[in-house]
Nanobody, 115 residues
Framework: QVQLVESGGGLVQPGGSLRLSCSAS????????MRWYRQAPGKQRELVAT???????NYADSVKGRFTISRDNAKNTVYLQMNSLKPEDTAVYYC?????????WGQGTQVTVSS
């Protein structure tokens, strides 16, 4: 059994920053790609950022230059540093990881950007 637990969401003003964390626990042999998705009300879930085991990253155009994904393989944890936040970044953010046993999702953490 594998669990992904996100933390770090909250309410922030436009232009502010938040750092999300997602830690994996349980029966883990290896974690390959790790990703952050988000889903705003009434919209489809969208891929925000991806990081490979070796640290290669990829971002959605809407967050390039503002968000940074990173990971600590020793801690089985992925991070999302979000700067210059905009109201349109408001969403539930989910982490996702590919393990040898399959693909797993976290429960989500709410990020609200509002003045």
């Amino acid at each position: 059994q594998v669990q992904l637990v996100e933390s770090g969401g909250g309410l922030v003003q436009p232009g502010g920053s938040l750092r999300l964390s997602c830690s994996a626990s349980g029966s883990i042999l290896s974690i390959y790609n790790m990703r952050w998705y988000r889903q705003a009300p009434g919209k489809q879930r969208e891929l925000v950022a991806t990081i490979t085991f070796g640290g290669i990253t990829n971002y959605a155009d809407s967050v390039k230059g503002r968000f940074t994904i990173s990971r600590d393989n020793a801690k089985n944890t992925v991070y999302l540093q979000m700067n210059s936040l905009k109201p349109e970044d408001t969403a539930v953010y989910y982490c996702n990881a590919d393990l040898t046993s399959g693909r797993y999702w976290g429960q989500g953490t709410q990020v609200t950007v509002s003045s």
